[in-house]
């Protein structure tokens, strides 16, 4: 008879000998002999306790990737179906089984999932949880898969906001055929919503990348009536630039042709810059030319857009950017409107160095920026006048905000 009752893991509330004393006398030993080569046949019966200790769980971990295919049945047997819910919600234990689906046979993935069934829902909002059931999506037949989406299918709004959920419904429509994906059409009156959603953005993003012309043109066709909107949010922007990047030449048009007319005022917000620069880099040299043209043109007080441009904390890169892909027809006039600006920013900052170096000042700070703006600009200029590389391969010391799903570190930085 165990000491430590299969299927009831220790608690960890707490150090020292409470947390010790609820530990099996072999777990303990475990712990301590660092020295014996352990292998699965020496912890058989203690599978469970095994999985929730730190320790336990990467050792079961590693013996898995290689285990005989007795081996791993022995541990299947002690894990399900009792003990897989307890373990695929524990800290330590959902990491033996996403290794179980990884390495198990077909059967025994299929009998592991079934003990998820009717749970996905709860699951998928649980921390440890959503990661087995993502790893389960992978690796489960198409007929499972489907019974997943259809427990999910009521609550898939709830999902796509939850900080977890959202990683299993992206995880769906990566791995499930489109066909079956019926939640999808839940999301057609809601692409404002999910696009200015920290979570949303993401699963919108993974339609418009896996699923057919069929199901993303509704989304693509409410979302352009959102466009200039979703181009000034904070997270509304990297599905605009998704769709920029990887977006068919119709909707990329369309995005661009919003820009027109608004290239100035966009490249100085804080999020919408990072639209204009993408529209520079994807846009056909018909459509640069002219968004280019744009910047060059004054405005009807006189006032050129390049000269407020290098000035504006976030649109001074929407100009470096032009630089970089500037068509070569174009190339000159470009650079004639902002070295003459350098010099004048030079002179002026020049005259009044001193007092600003010594001044704590929110102009100095102003100014300090300029300064740096002023340097960046002008060794750009230098690469490009040198250079005779394609304009689209020159180097660019501007910001980096790639799309992929990630978390935040700074709005203006961040990719998602």
């Not at 898969?145 to 990566?174: R, S, W, Y």
């Amino acid at each position: 008879m165990h000491l430590y009752p299969q299927g009831n893991r220790p608690s960890r509330r707490g150090d020292g000998e409470s947390a010790v004393a609820l530990r099996s006398p072999l777990l303990d030993e475990f712990r301590a002999n660092k020295t014996r080569k352990w292998e699965l046949r020496d912890i058989a019966g203690y599978i469970v306790e095994f999985s929730g200790d730190q320790h336990g769980s990467r050792f079961i971990q590693q013996k898995l990737e290689t285990a005989s295919s007795e081996e791993k049945q022995s541990i299947f047997d002690e894990i399900v179906p009792s003990n897989a819910l307890q373990l695929i919600q524990d800290v330590f234990g959902n990491y033996v089984i996403q290794k179980l689906f990884e390495h198990g046979t077909q059967v025994q993935k299929s009998l592991l999932a079934s003990t998820m069934e009717g749970h996905i829902l709860p699951l998928s909002l649980q921390m440890y949880g959503c990661r087995v059931v993502q790893k389960a999506v992978e690796y489960i037949l198409p007929d499972q898969q489907v019974t997943f989406v259809n427990e999910l299918e009521p609550h898939v709004m709830k999902c796509v906001k939850d900080a977890n959920g959202n990683h299993v419904i992206q995880k769906l429509i990566e791995r499930v055929s489109p066909d079956r994906l019926g939640f999808v059409n839940s999301f057609r009156g809601n692409v404002y919503e999910l696009s200015t959603h920290p979570y949303g953005c993401r699963v919108l993003q993974r339609c418009f990348e896996h699923l057919p012309e069929e199901q993303t043109r509704p989304l693509l066709d409410e979302l352009h009536k959102y466009t200039i909107n979703l181009m000034q949010d904070q997270f509304g922007n990297y599905v605009v630039q998704f769709v920029l990047e990887n977006g068919q030449q119709q909707d990329r048009n369309l995005i661009i042709s919003k820009l027109r007319g608004q290239m100035l005022n966009m490249s100085r917000h804080k999020f919408a810059s990072n639209v204009c620069e993408k529209a520079l880099v994807t846009a056909d040299p018909d459509s640069r030319r002219q968004l280019i043209e744009e910047i060059m043109t004054p405005k009807q007080d006189g006032v050129s857009p390049v000269v407020t441009m290098m000035k504006d904390q976030f649109a001074n890169y929407v100009l470096q950017r032009a630089l970089t892909v500037v068509e070569p027809d174009q190339k000159e006039a470009l650079i004639g409107k902002v070295r003459p600006q350098l010099v004048n920013m030079r002179r002026y900052s020049s005259a009044y160095s001193k007092h600003l170096i010594s001044s704590k000042s929110s102009i100095s700070h102003s100014y300090y920026f300029l300064f740096l703006m002023d340097s960046s600009v002008e060794r750009l200029l230098d690469r490009i006048t040198l250079s005779t590389a394609s304009p689209e391969k020159l180097p660019y010391g501007g910001r980096e905000h790639s799309l992929p799903s990630s978390e935040p570190s700074h709005p203006r930085e961040h990719s998602y």
